[in-house]
């Protein structure tokens, strides 16, 4: 059974950086592609960016493109998400998901597995 655990979520002013972390267990990390999405308050979860197994095809969302950069350490099990220039509309949960021998797709059905999430808070 494959577990995702986030970490480093918080409260930040806009315009600062924020790193996320997920670190998997349980299989092969380098099997999976990741992805990370987010949801806001009212608001259907949605694709931020995602990273294929080995790390060398990634794709964003629009509103992050530029900002977020998404990379993974497959020696550590662990994906991450830089983000830069934070702005109040992405305050959200933001959740990693593994997708097993996937190639980094934005659909959030074709996702195996999730983290429990890690809360971003932006403020103005």
């Known amino acids: 059974q494959v577990h995702l655990v986030e970490s480093g979520g918080g409260l930040v002013q806009a315009g600062s950086s924020l790193r996320l972390s997920c670190a998997l267990s349980?299989?092969?990390?380098?099997?999976?592609?990741m992805g990370w999405f987010r949801q806001a308050p009212g608001k259907e979860r949605e694709f931020v960016a995602a990273?294929?197994?080995?790390?060398?095809?990634?794709s964003y969302a629009d509103s992050v493109k530029g900002r977020f950069t998404v990379s993974r350490d497959n020696a550590k099990n662990t994906v991450y998400l830089q983000m830069n220039s934070l702005k109040p509309e992405d305050t959200a949960v933001y959740y990693c998901?593994?997708?097993?021998w996937g190639g980094g797709t934005r659909r959030l059905d074709l996702y195996d597995y999730w983290g429990q999430g890690t809360p971003v808070t932006v403020s103005t």
């Open positions: 990273i294929n197994w080995g790390g060398d095809t990634t």
């Open positions: 349980g299989r092969t990390f380098s099997n999976y592609a």
């Open positions: 998901a593994a997708d097993y």
